[in-house]
């Protein structure tokens, strides 16, 4: 059972350009939604997260919109570079013990 | 800069072979966890310690796996045997304690022939 669900599977942004990824939760228990990035080879780094308490948080280029109501959130990336290129994966959890639980990832590409 | 330290890198086992892999939190963290990433998908949970105690393991395919963290420090993940589903990044992740931010190694690939 996939608890959250990401759009798109892979995204393409020219250089300069924004780079919106979305998510969809069903579990309304879940308190704390973090963005992962990770690199080819790589472990996934964390990047950015969010509380339902707030509405948006921003780091940097970074910027996370978060709609309770609608059970969604979204990873904004301003200006996206080429060392944007990775895959990015939304995640949720529920209750300090309780696992992450990550979506199924967002191949990001940005072109010169 | 501390980071989760995992070995091997990669691993090229024949089915019904036994394999191991270690991982080395960072330095103080109570909370270990062994995720699985299958290519193209997000990790998921196998194993999750707190000290030496696992916490959940209800994603953990019994049967074939097992997970040990003795001494609450380092931890070993075991797969015997080693079937061609099990082709995957088995990734370490630590945190200081339950709920807290995790930090993840750069995985083991294991590759099942």
């Known amino acids: 059972q996939q608890q959250v669900k990401q759009s798109p599977q892979s995204l393409i942004v020219q250089k300069g350009g924004i780079s919106i990824i979305n998510c969809a939760y069903e579990?309304?228990?879940?308190?704390?939604f973090p963005w992962y990035q990770q690199f080819p080879g790589k472990g996934p780094a964390l990047l950015i997260a969010i509380r339902p308490d707030v509405s948006e948080k921003k780091e940097g280029r970074f910027t996370i919109s978060f709609n309770k109501s609608a059970k969604q959130f979204s990873l904004h990336i301003m200006d996206s570079q080429p060392g944007d290129s990775a895959t990015y994966f939304c995640?949720?959890?529920?209750?300090?013990?309780?696992?992450?639980?990550f979506g199924t990832g967002t191949r990001l590409q940005v072109t010169l | 800069e501390a980071e989760v330290a995992q070995s091997p890198r990669y691993k090229i086992t024949e089915k019904s072979q036994a394999v191991a892999f270690w991982c080395d939190p960072i330095?103080?963290?109570?909370?270990l966890y062994w995720y699985r990433q299958i290519l193209g998908q997000g990790p998921e949970l196998l194993v999750q310690?707190?000290?030496?105690?696992?916490?959940?393991d209800s994603q953990l395919p019994k049967d074939r796996f097992s997970a040990e963290r003795l001494k609450g420090v380092d931890s070993t993940l075991k797969i015997q045997p080693a079937e061609l589903g099990d082709s995957a990044m088995y990734l370490c992740?630590?945190?200081?304690?339950?709920?807290?931010?995790?930090?993840f190694g750069q995985g083991t690939r294991l590759t099942v022939v």
């Open positions: 992740a630590s945190s200081p304690g339950q709920g807290a931010e995790a930090f």
């Open positions: 995640a949720a959890r529920g209750g300090t013990a309780s696992k992450l639980t």
């Open positions: 310690f707190q000290d030496e105690s696992v916490v959940d």
């Open positions: 579990n309304t228990a879940f308190d704390y």
């Open positions: 330095s103080g963290h109570a909370t």
